[in-house]
């Protein structure tokens, strides 16, 4: 079956460090990849995806690449704020399924 | 455009009571998913309705039901409710479509005691 897996959390950083987030996974087919953000108190928000091998996703700053070689999808930021703390979530839809694989979510938190 | 909403947004019931979540979907959505997101866990899917009909089961026993009306909003209930039941439910709206992205609301904390 499908399966995600992130690194435990949480993750501390001082604002303006980079930002590194481990997400790999297991799927049949080729599926579709995404990184989700909850901020405290809210429900999840699209954060990027990328639908097929070596495509990157981006946005806000943050990027991750779809390597199919390794089956994984890292988070990266090459600067982050105070303002990103949050527990983001990595996920997979495979080809036959509407519907997202989650993985346990990894609390970000930054300090000024 | 109010995006997903979800009623209530807490609540407190007893063991063996039952309970009925809402959701109301994105304008121009008609499928709803929900999900249960246990403490320091990542989201578990529930089902999803499209169409008024349950199109797809997540690993969830038959004390989860759920409808979706016509105006494409949904419930969630929840019969003979366990300690473990305990859980903030999300509900997901999106436009249907395999690759459509899927929209959450902030969701509702269920506490049972």
């Known amino acids: 079956g499908n399966s995600v897996t992130q690194m435990e959390g949480p993750v501390t950083l001082s604002e303006e460090a980079f930002l590194t987030i481990n997400c790999t996974y297991t799927a049949t087919g080729y599926p579709s990849l995404f990184w989700y953000v909850q901020y405290p108190g809210e429900g999840l928000q699209l954060l990027l995806k990328?639908?097929?091998?070596?495509d990157k996703g981006s946005n806000k700053g943050f990027e991750a690449t779809y390597r199919k070689e390794t089956t994984s999808f890292h988070l990266e930021k090459g600067s982050v704020q105070v303002s990103d703390s949050a527990v983001y979530f990595c996920a997979l839809r495979s080809g036959g399924s509407y519907i997202p694989t989650f993985g346990r979510g990894t609390s970000l938190i930054v300090h000024p | 455009d109010a995006g997903v909403t979800q009623s209530p947004t807490h609540l407190i019931k007893t063991r063996g009571q039952q309970v009925t979540l809402r959701c109301s979907p994105k304008?121009?959505?008609?499928?709803v998913s929900w999900y249960q997101q246990a403490l320091g866990q990542g989201p578990q899917f529930i089902f999803q309705y499209y169409e008024e009909e349950e199109r797809q089961r997540g690993n969830f026993p038959d004390r989860f039901s759920g409808h979706q009306f016509p105006n494409y909003s949904s419930e969630l209930n929840v019969n003979a409710l366990l300690l473990g039941d305990s859980a903030l439910y999300l509900c997901?709206?999106?436009?249907?479509?395999?690759?459509?992205?899927?929209?959450f609301g902030q969701g509702t904390r269920l506490t049972v005691v």
């Open positions: 990328a639908t097929k091998a070596d």
């Open positions: 997901a709206s999106s436009g249907g479509g395999q690759g459509s992205e899927a929209f």
């Open positions: 304008s121009g959505h008609d499928t």
